[in-house]
C-alpha cells in the first residue's frame, strides 16, 4: 500500500489538502462506531470473529474514482470475496444496533486519497489530473482490522485472520 500513500502524499503537497493523511490507507468494511462498554466491546469482538471465517482472496485496485465534489480516490475491485467480506461483516455486527438503519451505507468498496478538506476547485483539478490516469495493483487478503480512534488518529487496534469457512461452527439444531 506504499504506493497509494506516495499517491496521497502528491496530492496534498501539491494541491495542500491534508485531511486523508490523517487516517491509514484502508477499506471501509463498516462505518465507525462508538462502543461505551467493556460489554458491548466484548460482543463487538465475538461478532467480529464469528465474521472472520472466510477464505483469502486477490484484491485488485485499478483507476481513480470520485464522490464528488469533495472525495478523490482510488477504485477497488468489486469482486465476490470483498463483497461477501463485508457482507458477513455487516451480518454478524447487526443485532448489535451499532448503527441506524438509515445511517447503514451502500458498500462501495475504495482507497480514499483526498476528501473533507478538498473545495469544489480543487476537487475539479485534482479530477482533472487523476481521471485518466493509470494506476492497477494487486493484493493478497487474508485478515481484516478493527481501527480505534486514539490520540486524534485512527490507529490499527485488532486484527483478525481468516479462518477456514469449513471450520466454522455450525448452529445446533433439533433436525439435524
Known sequence: MEDVDVIRNEISDKYKVYKSLKRP??????NPVKI???EMEKSFFKALESASFS?????VLKGFGS???HTIFIDVDRNAH????????KSALKPLALIN???SFKFNPH???AFKDVKPETYASIMDEYKDKNFKREFFVDRFWVYKHIDKRWQPYKEFLF???KDEPKPLSLFD
Open 25 to 30: 490507507v484502508h477499506i471501509t468494511l463498516y
Open 111 to 113: 482507497l480514499t486519497i
Open 55 to 59: 477464505e483469502s482472496f486477490s484484491q
Open 163 to 165: 479462518k477456514n469457512p
Open 101 to 103: 438503519q438509515k445511517d
Open 67 to 69: 464522490f464528488a465534489p
Open 36 to 38: 461505551s462498554s467493556l
Open 82 to 89: 470483498i463483497m461477501q467480506l463485508q457482507a458477513q461483516i
